[in-house]
């Protein structure tokens, strides 16, 4: 394919996602069953657009899904993953002050998950990195 950096046809995603913290817990949202890695607990986020920086998106993809204004976040890490049927980059950021209350805005289910019970639930493949480094920064 000629638009395809790499000459496979499988779709390059990159991906802001934020790590919402409040206390020893992070904000999940319930993938829908119809979506890619569906019916598993994600970080809130979405697909960079063409022309956008990656906080400027985790900023609209907050407010899309989840309703609440993003005021500082700051790099915590990058994860390429190779799923069978696209390729994704989730450039993860840890989300430090936001204002407004997180709502469920697609009607997706949200929780309040304590770090330390991370490894009990379900997240897509990619995600396994970064409940590991939760775990080990933020639980003693
Ligand atoms: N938001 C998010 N996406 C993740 C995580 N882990 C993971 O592998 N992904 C993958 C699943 C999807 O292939 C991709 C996100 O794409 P998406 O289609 O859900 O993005 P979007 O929110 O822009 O969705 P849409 O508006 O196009 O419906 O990243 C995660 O923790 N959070
Ligand atoms: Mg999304």
Known sequence: M???PNHTSKPQLHVAVGIIKRQQQVLLALRHA???QGDKWEFPGGKVELGETVDVALKRELQEELAITLTACQPFMQIQHAYPERDVLLDIWLVTAF????TGVEGQPLQWAEISQLHTLTFP???QPI???LQQQFTA
């Open 2 to 4: 000629v638009n395809s």
């Open 99 to 102: 204002e407004g209350v997180p």
């Open 34 to 36: 119809s979506q890619h």
């Open 131 to 133: 409940v590991a480094r």
């Open 125 to 127: 493949d990619a995600n």
